[in-house]
């Protein structure tokens, strides 16, 4: 779909003599930029500063809550928080102009972004040999914050390349909280080409289409970029003088960690007054009165269609992380991860094309399958590493009493396994939840779900109704968290190896 406007020089020439364009790419490049670095210094300065010490393990164990935060439902508390009207303008009397050049949507996704880094990175940190080889550098003289930089860094940065990937392709073509947060005139680079995809003009199709086009080409710079940087990087690292620094960043750390903490509490807590606001006017601080007038009135229909969507999704995405994992070859894993590394807005567009000509768009089959290109990767990466690390040899005992491979897996692996294929199953619930995009496109504007609606009401809606949207958005991942976590539990209960 890209190749043909890209072959057409008169498509070109339009694009390039459109007045949104520079605007568009000066937000899209800051928010990226500002999102990929912040998110990567965050989580490096708390890694070299509080890691492997008990306020770690603290802050690390309040990641999954953080993490189940949806983006939509963030932005949403984020901008009551910090918009030219929100809480803090109120508090403060100072304007915050998130909305210019993309700084605000970048900010916002620098701080989601780094616990999902952060949780990445919790995963890849071998405890004791870092832990011993920190103890080494230190021995050696070299203080707390130069010995990480010296053995934590290098050794965690090549394993948080894929991650950050995903980071930076989400950064690029996010579009429903560039909706929210980002600008409005001209919006980043995605919101244009989803304008102009959405547009009954052909010309402005293939516009929208050369604009994802764009945003492929954006991630190859970053890519390259950032491969350059880390080049410089190590060679750098490669130069020791021998000097000695004793600095210490554990309490800057621990105060951003805190910042941060807080700041995801008070967007959620802005969320809720908001739902309860009985009246809330400018420049008042609080509320003239609470109430659950917001919450009677509230289409609760969004959130049925929501459960249904992400459930379907999520068992169907679960069928088919058990067969590849069971039966296809972990060497082709980059194939299903490709869509979390790639812009998601060309994709979508693409599969749309698909389901016109299957005629499939507007219904339940189309969007769950839509779904499924962002939760198979999900829960494949949650799912993985515990399957590689199934003992064998039960498989082989149970092979020598003749049993057959459907017997094993359904009486051995399945009962095993169930903690992480259960963990697994409510990380794909939660990336359906989020989607936005194939919603829209594949559902053909006929489902509304919580997402959708909580970004339809950010738009100059009302900021009441949006809150109740957006903390609906939340409820539905958070009870399945809990479910699955209780049935984990009752699963090990009378199982000691899986308590």
């Known amino acids: 779909m890209m190749l043909k406007p890209m072959l057409m020089p008169e498509i070109w020439q339009v694009l390039w003599a459109d007045n949104q364009l520079p605007g568009a790419l000066r937000a899209t490049f800051n928010s990226t930029v500002i999102s990929v670095t912040g998110s990567l210094m965050l989580c490096l300065m708390l890694l070299c500063g509080l890691w492997p010490g008990v306020r770690w393990q603290r802050y690390a164990s309040h990641l999954p809550l953080l993490l189940a935060l949806p983006h939509v439902a963030f932005a949403s508390g984020f901008l009551f928080l910090f918009s030219d009207n929100g809480w803090l303008a109120r508090l403060c009397g100072l304007s915050f102009h998130l909305d210019e050049n993309g700084v605000g949507l970048g900010i916002l996704l620098a701080l989601k972004e780094s616990w999902f880094l952060l949780w990445i990175a919790s995963t890849q940190l071998n405890h004791q040999t870092l832990s011993q080889q920190l103890t080494v550098a230190q021995s050696l003289g070299y203080g707390p914050l130069q010995s990480r930089v010296r053995v934590l860094v290098p050794q965690l940065l090549p394993r948080l390349k894929w991650a950050l990937l995903a980071v930076t392709a989400y950064s690029l073509s996010v579009v429903d909280v560039a909706m929210i947060l980002g600008p ?55 130069r020791f003088s021998g000097t000695r620094h004793h600095l210490s960043i ?55 269609t929501t459960f249904w969507l992400a459930l379907a999704s999520s068992l169907a995405g679960l069928l088919v992380v058990i067969i590849w994992l069971e039966g296809g070859d972990s060497r082709f894993d980059r194939g299903f991860a490709l869509p979390l590394f790639l812009p998601a807005l060309p994709l979508v567009a693409g599969q749309y094309q698909l389901l016109l000509r299957l005629d499939l768009d507007g219904g339940w089959l189309g969007v769950i399958w839509s779904h499924l290109l962002w939760v198979v990767p999900y829960m494949l990466l949650v799912a993985r590493p515990a399957w590689q690390q199934f003992d064998s040899r039960l498989a082989i005992t149970a092979r020598t009493l003749g049993w057959s491979s459907w017997k094993i897996l359904c009486w051995v692996k399945l009962p095993l396994l169930m903690r992480p294929l259960l963990a697994a199953f409510a990380v794909g619930f939660a990336v359906s939840i989020a989607q936005y995009l194939p919603t829209l496109y594949a559902g053909a504007g006929r489902f509304a779900t919580v997402t959708t609606q909580a970004v339809t009401l950010s738009s100059g809606g009302d900021p009441q ?14 009870m399945i968290f809990i479910i699955t976590l209780q049935l984990s539990r009752l699963f090990g209960r009378y199982r000691q190896g899986l308590r």
Do not use: C, E
């Open 184 to 238: 409005a005139n001209p919006p980043t680079l995605a919101v244009l080409a989803w304008q102009w995809l959405n547009d009954a003009d052909p010309q402005r199709v293939l516009l929208g289409m050369l604009t994802s086009l764009l945003m492929v080409v954006m991630l190859g710079i970053f890519i390259a970029l950032g491969y350059g940087l880390w080049a410089l990087w190590r060679q750098a690292l490669g």
């Open 250 to 304: 554990h309490t800057l750390a621990r105060v951003s960690g805190s910042v941060m903490t807080v700041t995801g509490v008070a967007a959620i807590a802005m969320l809720i007054m908001w739902s309860l606001a009985d009246g809330w006017f400018y420049p008042s601080l609080w509320p003239d009165a609470l109430a659950f007038s917001g919450w009677q009135s509230a289409d609760l229909s969004p959130l049925i």
């Open 465 to 478: 109704q949006q809150a109740i949207q957006a903390l609906l958005q939340m409820l539905l991942p958070g």
